[in-house]
Nanobody, 123 residues
């Protein structure tokens, strides 16, 4: 069983930065693709970014150039550096672990989920 715990959310102003972290348990972390999703009130959960087991990164159009996903396999940790935040980035952000080594940009591709961390960006 894999457990994921996010941290690093908070309330910031537009233009600020935040760094989310996700601590993972289990020895399979390095072999798994990982992703960040977000869900705003009244909206479906959407894919934000993904990183393969080999370290290849992929981003949603809405965040490309502003967000950076990374992983530290030695620490079983996943990160999301978020720069130039906008009010529309406000959401609960979730860390997710896949059973596959390649990135999948849909919720169905992930078997493990964290509890989420709130990010609120004020204008």
């Amino acid at each position: 069983q894999v457990q994921l715990v996010e941290s690093g959310g908070g309330l910031v102003q537009a233009g600020d930065s935040l760094r989310l972290s996700c601590a993972a348990s289990g020895r399979a972390f390095s072999r798994a693709a990982m992703g960040w999703f977000r869900q705003a009130p009244g909206k479906q959960r959407e894919w934000v970014a993904g990183i393969s087991s080999a370290g290849s990164t992929y981003y949603a159009v809405a965040v490309k150039g502003r967000f950076t996903i990374s992983r530290d396999n030695a620490k079983n940790s996943l990160y999301l550096q978020m720069n130039s935040l906008k009010p529309e980035d406000t959401a609960v952000y979730y860390c997710a672990g896949s059973a596959y080594s390649s990135v999948v940009a849909t919720t169905s591709g992930y078997d493990y989920w964290g509890q989420g961390t709130q990010v609120t960006v004020s204008s």
